[in-house]
Nanobody
Framework: QVQLVESGGGLVQPGGSLRLSCKAS????????MGWYRQAPGKQRELVAA???????NYADSVKGRFTISRDNAKNTVYLQMNSLKPEDTAVYYC????????????WGQGTQVTVSS
């Protein structure tokens, strides 16, 4: 099993910045990729950014150039640096880990609210 704990959400004005953190524990060695998803009210959960074991990253078009995903292997932590935030970035952000066991599994964090409003 992989457990995830997120932190760093909050209220920020348009144009501001926030950094989300996601600390993983458990079967760290089996994680193949980690990512951040978000879900706004009335909308489906969508991928925001992801990083693979090898360090490759991908981003949703809506956040390219504004958000950066990174990781600190020594701390088993993945970060999402969010700059130039817009009201449409308002959502609950979830950390995800895809890890290998008997098959491939997904673990999710509890979610952290990000609200962009003046």
């Amino acid at each position: 099993q992989v457990q995830l704990v997120e932190s760093g959400g909050g209220l920020v004005q348009p144009g501001g910045s926030l950094r989300l953190s996601c600390k993983a524990s458990g079967r760290i060695f089996s994680i193949n990729a980690m990512g951040w998803y978000r879900q706004a009210p009335g909308k489906q959960r969508e991928l925001v950014a992801a990083i693979t074991r090898g360090g490759s990253t991908n981003y949703a078009d809506s956040v390219k150039g504004r958000f950066t995903i990174s990781r600190d292997n020594a701390k088993n932590t993945v970060y999402l640096q969010m700059n130039s935030l817009k009201p449409e970035d308002t959502a609950v952000y979830y950390c995800n880990a895809r890890w290998a066991g008997a098959r491939e599994y997904d673990s999710w964090g509890q979610g952290t609210q990000v609200t962009v409003s003046s």
